[in-house]
């Protein structure tokens, strides 16, 4: 099956920081999408990005899918912005793969 | 109201009892899906339906039965459950990306 490696595992910023997290995925896929997964466990969708780029007000998305990665870009890092952020993959009716997640920690 | 509506949010039961988790969407997708996560780690695929009629096991169905009674309508049943049943459940619809329920923390004791 697909596998999908994220990083940094965890990243710890100042309020204000920007931060760049990366997903690498070892096939084709057709779906790409970016999670957020907040302190009280709610998975928040963010961005379906098979391909191209994506903004969002603070964040943005790119994906090269002929090189098989993902980057999830957050500026001005907020403490609301903290928890875990997982890319999750598939391909056709393949089920959904999921990377181990990127622990952000935004410090006041 | 949510597009994808799980209940209970929160649930503890004893080992050995019969417990379900309902799963309710207004989407209209066709495809849904439960998802099951420990503490750490990724979300791993339980069962997943593509219609009514159409039931698949997912990487980790053993102790798990699922039943798609309408098209908005998806459960997941534990028919006796176990300690290492305690985790984060997600029901999820599928039409160009998933799209997650809130979630339903399960705790087995």
């Known amino acids: 099956g697909i596998q999908v490696e994220q990083s940094p595992p965890d990243l710890i910023l100042q309020e204000g920081a920007n931060s760049t997290l990366r997903c690498n995925f070892s096939?084709?896929?057709?779906?790409l999408q970016w999670f957020h997964q907040n302190p009280w466990g709610q998975l928040i969708n963010l961005f379906y990005i098979p391909s191209g780029t994506k903004q969002n007000g603070r964040l943005s998305a790119t994906t090269v899918a002929t090189e098989r990665y993902s980057l999830l870009y957050i500026s001005s890092s907020q403490t609301t912005d903290s928890g875990v952020y997982f890319c999750?993959?598939?391909?056709?009716?393949?089920?959904?793969?999921f990377g181990t997640g990127t622990r952000l920690t935004i410090i006041p | 109201d949510a597009d994808v509506t799980q209940t209970p949010r929160n649930r503890i039961t004893k080992t050995g009892k019969r417990i379900m988790l309902e799963c309710s969407q207004t989407k209209g997708h066709d495809r849904m899906y439960w998802y099951r996560q420990d503490p750490g780690l990724g979300l791993r695929l339980i069962y997943y339906?593509?219609?009514?009629?159409?039931?698949n096991k997912g990487e980790i169905s053993d102790g798990y039965s699922v039943s798609r009674q309408a098209q908005a309508k998806f459960s997941l049943s534990l028919e006796s459950a176990i300690p290492n049943q305690t985790a984060l459940y997600f029901c999820a619809t599928f039409y160009v990306g998933y799209t997650f329920g809130s979630g339903t923390r399960l705790t087995v004791v």
């Open positions: 096939d084709s896929v057709n779906n």
């Open positions: 339906s593509f219609d009514v009629k159409d039931i």
């Open positions: 999750a993959v598939n391909f056709g009716n393949e089920k959904l793969t």
